[in-house]
C-alpha cells in the first residue's frame, strides 16, 4: 500500500532530478578537471587562427569566461522558468527544457573538431540557462506533488540530487576516466546522459496535481494525478484541502516577481526568502570548493593524489544532504539553519586561526582540512537543503512561481558575483579570507533563530494563516489572507 504509494514518487523524484538538479551540481564541478586542457586549446587555436599565440591574462579571462558564463546562463534560466511553469505546466517544463542540454552538448561535442571556443562558451551558457530552469521549477514540482508530511523531505531531494551531480562530475573528470587532455569534448558533451534519461522517464509521471487542479481547474486530472502518486490511500481528504487551497486563489492570477516585494502581506515571506537566500551563496561553500586543492596542496597531499580528496569534499555534501532529507521532519527546518550557519561559523573561524598558526605550529594544515571537511559537512546538512524549500512552503499557489524566480535570480547572481570577486578576496585578505563568509553565516544563523516561522507538517494553508498573523500583528485576528486583496470568502 504504502509500498506502491512509494513507489510513484520516489520515480517523479528521480526522474525530475536527474535532469534537473543532477545536472546542476554535474556542470559545476565537471569543469574543474579540463582547466589546463581547455586554456591550451584556446591558445591552440587563437595561433592557428592568428599565427600568434594568446597572451597568458586573456587566456585567463576566455577561461574565466566559460566558467562564468554559466551562473549567467542560471540567471536567464531562472527568469524563464516562472512563466514555462505557469504556461507549460511543471513537468512539461522539465521535458522542454532538455532542448538547452542537447543543444548545449552538440556544441561541447564539435567544438575541438570546428576549432572554436566560442562553441564552448556559447555551450556553457546554454548549460546554465537549463539548469537555472529546473533549479526554480524541480523544487516547486516536486513539494507540490508530496504529501505535507514528506513535504520537506521530498524537496530537499534536489540538494541531494545536486551533490549526487557534483561528486559524478568529480569522479567522471577523474584523469583515468574523462579527465585527460584528449577526451574533454566528451566530458562536457556528457551532459547529454542525464538528459536523455530524463527525455525517458519522466513522460511516463504524473504532472503536480496542485497546478492541475489550481492553475488548470481541472478537478478529474487532479484527482487521477493524486491516485497515482498516493497509490490506495483515499485522496478525498487532500483533495478537498486542494479545492479550498484553489478557493482561496480564486480570482488572483499568477503574480509576477517584482509584485512581491510591494505588498505588506508578503513583507516576511520576502525578507526571508532574500535574507536566507543570499546567505546560502555568500557563506563562502562554493568557494570552498574552488580553494580545497590548493587547501590540500598546502597540507602536503601529493599532487596525484588532490584529485581525490576534492571527490571526498563532494562525497561529504552528498551525505550530509541525505542526512538532512532524513532529519528534517524530525527537527524542522529552523533548527538545521541555525544548527547549520552556527557550526559553519565556528569552523570558519578555526580554518582561519588555522591559516595564521600554520607557519608556527605543526599540524596545522591538517586543521585546515579538517576544517574545509567540517565545513562542507554543516552546509549540506542545513542551509544547502532547506533555503530551497522556503519558495515553495512559504507562498501560496499564485506567489509561488515568482518567488522561485526571485530565489533563482537572487542566486545565480550571487553566484556569478562570488566566483567574479572570490580570486581578488583571496589576494586582498590572504589568510582572513573566510572572515567575511563568518560574518554572514553568523547574520543566516541569528535571522533563522529569530524571525522564521517553522513550517514542519503543516498544510500550505495553515502556513499563510501563521504568516498572516506575523505579517499584521496588529489584528491578529483577521480573515484569513488571500491574494494582494483580503477577501472574506464563507467556506473559510
Known amino acids: 500500500d504504502l509500498h506502491v504509494q512509494g513507489r510513484v514518487l520516489l520515480l517523479t523524484i528521480c526522474a525530475a532530478g536527474i535532469g534537473g538538479t543532477f545536472q546542476f551540481g554535474y556542470n559545476l564541478s565537471i569543469i574543474n578537471a579540463p582547466t589546463m586542457h581547455i586554456q591550451e586549446f584556446t591558445n591552440e587555436t587563437w595561433r592557428a587562427r592568428t599565427g600568434r599565440p594568446l597572451p597568458d591574462h586573456q587566456v585567463l579571462l576566455v577561461w574565466s569566461l566559460i566558467v562564468a558564463l554559466y551562473p549567467l546562463g542560471g540567471l536567464f534560466g531562472a527568469l524563464l522558468a516562472g512563466p514555462l511553469a505557469i504556461t507549460l505546466g511543471r513537468k512539461k ?16 561535442g564539435f567544438s575541438r573538431k570546428a576549432g572554436s571556443f566560442e562553441m564552448l562558451m556559447l555551450g556553457r551558457l546554454l548549460v546554465g540557462v537549463s539548469a537555472g530552469v529546473s533549479m526554480s521549477v524541480q523544487p516547486m514540482y516536486l513539494g507540490e506533488s508530496a504529501p505535507k508530511e514528506l513535504r520537506g523531505a521530498v524537496a530537499m531531494t534536489s540538494a541531494v540530487f545536486t551533490a549526487l551531480g557534483i561528486v559524478t562530475g568529480q569522479v567522471v573528470g577523474l584523469r583515468e576516466l574523462l579527465g585527460g587532455p584528449q577526451a574533454w569534448p566528451l566530458l562536457l558533451a556528457s551532459c547529454l546522459v542525464p538528459g536523455a534519461l530524463q527525455l525517458a522517464s519522466l513522460p511516463l509521471l504524473p504532472e503536480s496535481p496542485r497546478y492541475l487542479l489550481i492553475d488548470r481547474g481541472d478537478t478529474e486530472a487532479c484527482r487521477a494525478a493524486l491516485q497515482r502518486l498516493r497509490g490506495a490511500r483515499d485522496v478525498a481528504e487532500e483533495l478537498e484541502e486542494l479545492e479550498r487551497e484553489g478557493a482561496a486563489c480564486q480570482g488572483c492570477r499568477a503574480q509576477r516577481p517584482w509584485e512581491l516585494f510591494q505588498h505588506r502581506a508578503l513583507r516576511r515571506q520576502v525578507t526571508s526568502l532574500v535574507v536566507l537566500g543570499s546567505a546560502m551563496e555568500l557563506c563562502g561553500n562554493d568557494t570552498v570548493y574552488a580553494y580545497a586543492s590548493s587547501v590540500f596542496r598546502e597540507a602536503g597531499v601529493p599532487g596525484e593524489k588532490v584529485q581525490y580528496a576534492i571527490i571526498g569534499t563532494g562525497g561529504c555534501e552528498l551525505l550530509s544532504a541525505i542526512v538532512s532529507c532524513v532529519v528534517i521532519e524530525h527537527l524542522g527546518r529552523r533548527l538545521l539553519l541555525m544548527g547549520g550557519y552556527c557550526l559553519m561559523a ?51 499557489q499564485t506567489a509561488r512561481p515568482a518567488a522561485h524566480v526571485t530565489c533563482g535570480v537572487l542566486m545565480w547572481t550571487m553566484l556569478f558575483l562570488v566566483g567574479l570577486g572570490f580570486p581578488f578576496v583571496m589576494e586582498g585578505l590572504s589568510h582572513f579570507l573566510y572572515v567575511p563568509f563568518l560574518g554572514v553565516c553568523v547574520c543566516g544563523a541569528i535571522y533563522a533563530g529569530l524571525f522564521l516561522p ?24 483577521g480573515p484569513a489572507w488571500r491574494g494582494p486583496e483580503v477577501t472574506e470568502s464563507t467556506e473559510l
Open 454 to 477: 517553522e513550517t514542519k507538517g503543516k498544510s500550505f494553508l495553515e502556513i499563510s494563516e501563521e504568516l498572516h498573523r506575523l505579517n499584521f500583528p496588529w489584528r491578529a485576528q
Open 346 to 396: 565556528g569552523w570558519a573561524s578555526v580554518f582561519t586561526a588555522a591559516l595564521c598558526l600554520q607557519s608556527s605550529l605543526p599540524g596545522m594544515p591538517y586543521l585546515a582540512v579538517a576544517c574545509v571537511f567540517a565545513f562542507i559537512l554543516s552546509f549540506g546538512i542545513g542551509p544547502a537543503g532547506v533555503t530551497g524549500i522556503l519558495a515553495t512552503e512559504l507562498f501560496d
Open 93 to 108: 517544463s522539465l521535458l522542454v527544457n532538455n532542448a538547452f542540454v542537447v543543444a548545449a552538448a552538440i556544441l561541447f
